[in-house]
């Protein structure tokens, strides 16, 4: 079987090196890909929300499974095209895609099917938004609808914090058309954690848990990043907690699905925040979560392509998913001044001594090749990624890897996995 990935991060290098595990595929294409990604797939040189020129490639290629790693081409309906031509594709159409692709639909969903979610109010005038804030106080959480690449959310602390980001967003249009409506928000104070979950509209997979680390530096400060580390299995979601996300969030939503009509073949990321034990929605992602899937996947037993290829055609109820009892770790090593500008173009040493290492995996995001080189070519850089019997063991081996990794400016956060580590 001949399989197609779309992307090029981190998510996109762990889903090619699974997928190339599994006997059935003999070969895995990646649009574009990247430097990692390289060694495993064929890369080729269309983006990936050349929707068009992907479908060409499909067809003429004859492509069997389509996986889609990021948003942006769901959103713009890539899964509709695919399917209009009779070629099997994982994602969500343009319909199911909403969820992630307008906060305010998503949250207008979770309203009316009932899901826990913080309390907020949704404006298309900047004024009436300014108004609403000053008798609601804060802190409050401004949004942007539409997609703005992880930058369109405010937690603000203060109202001239808030007025300032609803004058960026609707006025300024920062994040052009994603601005012409916001979501104001009450603040929610509590723990993280991402639930993700396979669906081809019919029935649920439950993925491992995990847990991402947002803020730029230690002890969870600074700007938010894409997501700095993440690990998995996440011990705050113990059993209790883990069937009450199923009871109070899964199945809901399941039902506002079906209602809605909406065609769901692929994967809802519930991005979760924990209240007093109890989990309220932050969002929805349509696509697997980076860096979750990095830790994820290195913990999965199955086969992967038997379990995004029984998404698409709607038989996931036939599917089995094993997990490993490790524990897996992923370090993101960034560039400096990322998530603002950082220089691009520094070699990247020592990436050799760490190849066919059963417990460890480099995973690229924003790498390039210069003159036979590896260089850096964006914010985040490499997800270093490793297992171990427990929490503590995995971080071990994914630090003690980091170490053999050096280039000019690289910058990670010390404290991936602490979290968990305490709560032993
Ligand atoms: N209601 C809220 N209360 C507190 N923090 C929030 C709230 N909504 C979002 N956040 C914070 O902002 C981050 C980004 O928000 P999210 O809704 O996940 O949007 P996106 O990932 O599209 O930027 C979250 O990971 C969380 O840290
Ligand atoms: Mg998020």
Redesign the pocket.
């Known amino acids: 079987m001949k399989v197609l990935v779309i992307g090029s991060g981190g998510r996109e290098h762990a889903l090619v090196w699974k997928l190339r595990q599994s006997s059935r595929v003999d070969k895995v294409f990646c649009a574009p890909g990247n430097t990692g990604i390289v060694e495993l797939a064929e890369c080729l040189d269309i983006k990936a929300d050349d929707i068009d020129a992907l479908l060409n490639f499909a067809k003429y290629e004859g492509i069997d499974l389509t996986v889609v790693g990021p948003e942006a081409p769901l959103t713009a309906g890539i899964v509709d095209s695919f399917l209009k031509a009779e070629r099997r594709i994982f994602g969500p159409d343009k319909s199911g895609a909403r969820l ?1 692709g307008s ?1 305010v639909f998503a949250k207008n969903f979770m309203r009316k099917y009932g899901l826990p ?2 309390e ?1 109010k949704t404006f298309t005038s900047c004024l009436h938004a300014e108004e609403y804030i000053r008798l609601k106080g804060v ?1 409050v ?1 401004i ?1 942007a609808d539409g ?2 690449a ?4 405010f ?1 603000c602390e203060t109202a001239d914090e808030a007025i300032d980001a609803l004058r960026l967003i609707m006025k300024e249009k920062a994040f052009g058309d994603a601005g012409s409506k916001v979501v104001v ?6 723990e ?1 954690a991402s639930f993700m979950i396979l669906t081809d509209g019919k029935t649920v997979v439950p993925l491992a848990t995990s847990q ?1 680390h ?1 803020k730029i530096f230690d002890g969870d400060k600074g700007p ?1 990043t894409g997501g700095m580390g993440a690990y998995s299995p996440a011990p705050v979601i113990d059993k209790n907690l883990y069937s009450k996300i199923m009871k109070t969030v899964i199945d809901p939503m399941m039902k506002g699905l079906k209602r809605e009509r909406m065609n769901y073949r692929g994967v809802i990321y519930a ?1 979760l ?1 924990i209240v007093d034990g109890k989990p ?1 929605v ?2 929805f ?1 349509c696509r697997f979560g980076d860096p979750e899937t990095q830790p994820i996947l290195m913990r999965l037993d199955s086969d992967l392509f038997d379990m995004l290829k029984a998404t698409a055609e709607g038989r996931l109820s036939e599917v089995q998913v094993i997990w490993k009892e490790d524990t897996a770790v992923c370090v993101v090593v960034s560039s400096k001044g990322y998530p603002g500008t950082y220089e691009k173009g520094k070699i990247i040493e020592g990436l050799d001594e760490l190849k066919g290492k059963r417990n460890i995996m480099v995973f690229h995001a924003g790498t390039s090749l210069n003159k036979g080189k590896i260089v850096t070519s964006g914010g985040r850089v490499l997800g270093v990624t490793a297992l171990g019997k427990d929490i503590q063991t995995a971080k071990g081996n994914a630090y003690k890897a980091l170490e053999k990794i050096h280039f000019d400016g690289m910058h990670y956060r010390t404290d991936i996995a602490d979290k968990a580590i305490k709560r032993q």
């Open positions: 992630e906060k979610t913080a907020y802190p959480v949004k997609l703005a992880g930058k369109g959310v937690v928000e009450q603040c929610l104070k509590g993280e991402d947002k938010n991005g925040m309220y932050l969002e992602n």
